[in-house]
T-cell receptor, first 112, second 116 residues
Framework: AQSVSQHNHHVILSEAASLELGCNYS??????LFWYVQYPGQHLQLLLK??????LVKGIKGFEAEFIKSKFSFNLRKPSVQWSDTAEYFC??????????FGTGTRLTVIP | EAQVTQNPRYLITVTGKKLTVTCSQN?????MSWYRQDPGLGLRQIYY???????DKGDVPEGYKVSRKEKRNFPLILESPSPNQTSLYFC???????????????FGPGTRLTVL
């Protein structure tokens, strides 16, 4: 069975600090990977996705993620966070014809 | 504007009183899905539909029903709601290529349900 782990439940950073949120998955086959963001009181929005090709994917708002197949990881990064990045971040896995499996989320608080 | 809409956005009800949460998308997507979001548990899939008249259970289907009579609509039905169904519910849709659900899922704004 597939699963997604996000070990950081709550991350607190000051503005301009660098961010890395961990995401590890468990599945032996081909995967599609996503990062979604949920701003306070809003619905989920896609930050970036990986289907194939270059394992370093760039998304919106300066976010990027690197797919490392050997480590089953898809960590999200941003070199310099802003107060407006305060949100909850979800990593998600899609396998074959199946559906999305979400991690439990990481709440990011950016202090001005 | 391409979007997924849900109604109502907020609902407070009592145990056992049947309710329906509607979901509609205007993107001609084949695939639609319902999730519930609970603190510390992330999003868990309730039901999904690969096309009209094709529905299947997700990870947490107990206590829910769905129907897909039209492509654009995918209502979520709680026949006899209970307090453990108090949650934030999201509907999502996506296009398909053949058997594969491809590309991103577009999410609705959410419905916050409280069952007393």
């Amino acid at each position: 069975a597939q699963s997604v782990s996000q070990h950081n439940h709550h991350v607190i950073l000051s503005e301009a600090a660098s961010l890395e949120l961990g995401c590890n998955y468990s599945y032996g086959g081909t995967v599609n990977l996503f990062w979604y963001v949920q701003y306070p009181g809003q619905h989920l929005q896609l930050l970036l996705k990986y289907f194939s090709g270059d394992p370093l994917v760039k998304g919106i708002k300066g976010f990027e993620a690197e797919f490392i197949k050997s480590k089953f990881s898809f960590n999200l990064r941003k070199p310099s966070v802003q107060w407006s990045d305060t949100a909850e971040y979800f990593c998600a896995l899609q396998t074959g014809a199946n559906n999305l499996f979400f991690g439990t989320g990481t709440r990011l608080t950016v202090i001005p | 504007e391409a979007q997924v809409t849900q109604n109502p956005r907020y609902l407070i009800t009592v145990t056992g009183k049947k309710l329906t949460v509607t979901c509609s998308q205007n993107m001609n997507h084949e695939y639609m899905s319902w999730y519930r979001q609970d603190p510390g548990l992330g999003l868990r899939q309730i039901y999904y539909s690969m096309n009209v008249e094709v529905t299947d259970k997700g990870d947490v289907p107990e206590g829910y029903k769905v129907s897909r009579k039209e492509k654009r609509n995918f209502p979520l039905i709680l026949e006899s709601p209970s307090p453990n169904q108090t949650s934030l519910y999201f509907c999502a849709s996506s296009s398909r290529q053949g058997l594969v659900v491809s590309n991103e899922q577009f999410f609705g704004p959410g419905t916050r349900l409280t069952v007393l």
